[in-house]
Structures are given as C-alpha cells and as structure tokens.
C-alpha cells in the first residue's frame, strides 16, 4: 500500500491510505462525497464499499474517532465512519463527537445517515425493529454537543432534530428490503455507560418515549449546527429492563441481536445511498444562516480560524 502523506483539504491536513486499485480508481476519486454513514454499536465497516481510501483528518476540534473510509457504494462515493472506533474503543461520553461532525463536514458530506443500538420503551417495538426517529429528548451530562463557543455565540433551531427528507427515504428503504421499521418517534438521550434503572425506564416510558439510546442526539445537533441532513437508523436490541420477561439487559444479549440486525441495515443503507439524490429541498443546508449574534467584527481571530470549516461562509 502506499501512504499519501500531506493533502491538503479545506486547509486543513489530512493523510490517506490508498487502497488496492478498482476499476476507474482515479475517476472515482474526482467524484464529491456528500454522503456520510456513521456506524454505531455492531457496524465497524461497510460492507460493498469498493474502491477504499483511508482518510485520517485532522480538525479544529481534535482527531475523530478513528480514519474516515472513503470508497464507492451503489455508484456513489460515501464516507464511513466508525463512531466508537474499530474495536469498540470510545464509550458514547468519551467520542469526540465535534471532531466526527466536522471531519465529515470538511470531507464535503451534506446528509449524513447514522445507524445505532438502542433499547425498545414499546411493547409493540420488539428487538430486531428499526426505529427511525423524529425526536429526541436530552438526558446527558457535560457533553461538548455544539460548536458555538470560546468567542462565538449562536442559537439554532432544533424543533425538528432530524431531516424530514432523509429520514422518509431510511423509511422507504427499509420497505423496499423488506426491513420491519417504525417512522417517527422520540429517542431519549441518556449519558451512559451504565444501562437504565429500573425506575429510570419506567420513567421514560410514563413520559411516552419511545426508545433509548446514548449518542445519536449529540450528533443531531452538531450536524445541524453544521448545516448537514441527518436521520438515524435506531436498531432496537432489547426492550431496556422495563419488560417483565426482559427484566436485565445484557451485553450478550444486545451483541446477539446487533449481529442479526446488521445485515438488513447495510441492505437498507445501500438503498437509501443509491436512490439518494444531491438536491436538498429542506432548511438543513442552511440552518445556520442566522443564527450567530456575535458582532463579527469581536469575533478573535483564534475562533475565526477553529470554526472556518463550519462557519467560514458566515463569519
């Protein structure tokens, strides 16, 4: 293999792995990636991605969770992204989310589609479903989950977290493979690592949510702040400790449905990246617009510099 050390992207430094030539390497590579997978809990690769390059991207914001694999899925150029690391190494409080947003962000990625683990709060969600939110409620502690600071004030919109869009087209997809999967619905965000108790999950189910999980809302907002489409394919693994015949949830237990779960998801993936279009009709690609109150003229010039990849085109 050989190492490409130095390309320059966006200003900012970013070292590639060149993978084993395909067909038309180089035609390949000159087509944009705007399309984004974040693979949660289970989804380390993606299986027909063709033509690889590993991308390992410096940012602002730190290094993310691990290199970006850029490659051909469907006819299309995507880029993938292990959320917790090959092999599992970030728990869900210690990813460097903004690191992972933005990476992708400076790879050019406008929508992103992020698959997770999550537990059921519904009878009538079993494990094996898919959920497809439309809603999240937050319940972590302490979390980086914007980019507005250290100099720059701003205030998004956030009454619709997910990309209504995009999420019909995770919805059609997973009708098209044949996929049991549920549209809308509100994902409680809990900080982790540790699973629910008992009086938590009962909690949440008086509060009439509908599943839960320990990442995706932190990414919701970062990528919306970004100005990136972004909608979840939630796999539901267990149905949390609520259940009175599921009243302990286990790693085994959740692993043994991941593993059953993850081929319908990249199934469904390769359907919605080949039916994906480029032309945003939704408010996704400029979220941001109007949402900085900072004077620019105050703004130092240290922030100017950590925020251009997100921001530049505002500030």
Same mark, same amino acid.
């Given at each position: ?15 590639? *792995?060149?993978?084993?030539? %395909? !067909?038309?390497? =180089? ?11 974040? +693979? #949660? ?120 977290? *997910?990309?209504?869009?995009? %999420? !019909?087209?995770? =919805? ?11 549209? +809308? #619905? ?126 530049? !085109?505002?500030?």
């Amino acid at each position: 293999m050989i190492v490409v050390a130095g390309l320059i992207k966006r200003g900012h430094l970013i070292r590639g *792995t060149k993978m084993p030539k %395909s !067909k038309s390497p =180089a035609r390949r590579r000159k087509e944009p990636v705007k399309v984004g997978i974040i +693979g #949660g809990s289970g989804l380390y690769q993606m299986a027909g991605l063709v033509d690889r390059q590993e991308l390992r991207v410096k940012t602002p914001f730190g290094n993310p969770s691990d290199a970006i694999v850029v490659g051909t899925l469907e006819g299309k150029r995507v880029a993938f992204l292990a959320r917790h690391g090959r092999g599992h190494l970030f728990s869900p409080s210690e990813i460097n989310y903004r690191a992972n947003i933005c990476a992708l962000k400076m790879l050019g990625v406008e929508q992103i589609i992020s698959v997770s683990a999550v537990g059921s709060l519904r009878e009538d969600l079993p494990p094996k479903d898919f959920l497809i939110p439309s809603q999240f409620f937050d319940r972590t502690r302490g979390r980086k989950a914007t980019f507005f600071d250290r100099g720059v004030v701003g205030h998004i919109a956030f009454d619709k977290p *997910t990309c209504p869009r995009l %999420s !019909k087209r995770l =919805a059609d997809a997973c009708g098209h493979c044949g996929v049991q999967a549920h549209q +809308g #619905g509100t994902y409680v965000c809990m900080e982790g690592p540790a699973f629910s108790t008992l009086a938590e999950s009962h909690t949440y189910r008086q509060l009439r949510f509908d599943v839960v999980g320990m990442t995706n809302l932190t990414e919701a907002k970062l990528a919306r702040e970004a100005e990136l489409c972004y909608a979840s394919f939630a796999m539901i693994t267990d149905y949390d400790c609520w259940h009175p015949q599921h009243e302990s949830v286990t790693v085994e237990m959740i692993i043994g449905y991941l593993h059953e779960n993850t081929e319908n998801v990249q199934r469904a993936i390769g359907e919605v990246v080949r039916t994906l279009g480029d032309d945003r009709q939704c408010p996704c690609g400029s979220a941001a617009a109007h949402a900085i109150l900072t004077d620019r003229k105050r703004i130092p010039a240290a922030a100017r510099k950590r925020l251009a990849p997100i921001f530049g !085109k505002y500030i």
